[in-house]
């Protein structure tokens, strides 16, 4: 039923239904409410209600969707409350709640859902908080919140979420730190801080996130320093810091990402150095370093980045040399040097990159 856009109510529904599985009503712009008498679907799995924008409340009977998996609001933008009765959908895999943005709160109830694995709530705009009871969603695997924009911080219970591995914070602009209960997500692999502007520092406890494989911080303006204990994620493969302007040092510590195969730092111009210990990262492939325009000069341990292959400096405005050491880099085969108006040359052991397929300046 996609798209019946002048549709407003359905008809009652009996038992005879009692095979329906999958019920799609998305952009029936009309629809202002379900009726009470869904309940009677008995093997409904599937209920998908995307761009219902006049659907304004689910009914309380909803609760009795035993077999009900997957539940999409996307775009209900008049939804105001979900019912205290979903905390009785026990088969519940997936709920989708992007663009709600009228849902004035998520109902404690919510930490019911026994079997829920996958939360998104992206563009959840009024969503300030997340409930407590959250801490007892233990199947939950991936949890979505990019752009929220009223969202400040999450709550301590969310380090009880053993199961999470995704955890998506992308454009959370008021968020201003994340709680040290952070470091007891064990399976966490993947953490996404993409423009959350307000965030100044990350936890000392981040360095307990054992399964973490992706850490994304592009655009995040107010953060000046990583911890210390970042060089405790021995599972990072990839780093992602391009646009943090207020990033001034990388700690030493960075040297024990020993898995860490993508440094991204293009744009971080208030980055005036590279730590010494940079040198120890025996697994990176690729260093970005694009418009990094305080950045006078590299460190003569990135002799021994033994697996480089593809280094950017495009923009560094203000690096006056290479260092000599730069000819060490066996598996060297990309160097781009655009827009480097400062450098004044390239040393000779530029000639010994054998591997060296383009050298762009």
Partial sequence: MRGCSRLQKLPTFTRQLSAFQSFHLDHCSSLQ???????????????????????????????????????????????????????????????????????????????????LQNLHLDNYSSLQELPESIRQLSALQNLHLD?????????????????????????????????????????LQNLHLDDCSSLQKLPESIGQLSA????????????QKLPESIGQLSALQNLHLDHCSSLQELPTSISQLSALRNLHLDDCSSLQELPDSIGQLNALQ????????????????????SALQNFHLDDCSSLQKLPTSIGQLSAFQ????????????????????????????
């Fill in 33 to 115: 409410e379900l009726p009470t008498s869904i309940s009677q679907l008995s093997a409904l799995q599937n209920l998908h209600s995307d761009d219902c924008s006049s659907l304004q409340k689910l009914p309380t009977s909803i609760g009795q969707l035993n077999a009900l998996q997957n539940l999409q609001l996307w775009g209900c933008s008049s939804l105001l409350q979900l019912p205290k009765s979903i905390e009785q959908l026990s088969a519940l895999q997936n709920l989708y709640l992007d663009d709600c943005s009228s849902l004035q709160k998520l109902s404690t109830s919510i930490g019911q859902l026994s079997a």
């Fill in 147 to 187: 752009y929220c924009s009223s969202l400040q911080e999450l709550p301590e219970s969310i380090g009880q979420l053993s199961a999470l591995q995704n955890l998506h914070l992308d454009y959370c602009v008021r968020l201003q730190q994340l709680p040290e209960s952070i470091g007891q997500l064990s399976a």
């Fill in 212 to 223: 973490l494989q992706n850490l994304h911080l592009d655009d995040c303006s107010s953060l």
């Fill in 286 to 305: 690729n260093l970005h370093l694009e418009g990094c325009s305080s950045l006078q000069e590299l460190p003569t341990s990135i002799r021994q980045l």
């Fill in 334 to 361: 990309n160097l781009y040097l655009d827009d480097c108006s400062s450098l004044q040359k390239l040393p000779t052991s530029i000639g010994q990159l054998s591997a060296l397929q383009n050298l762009h300046l």
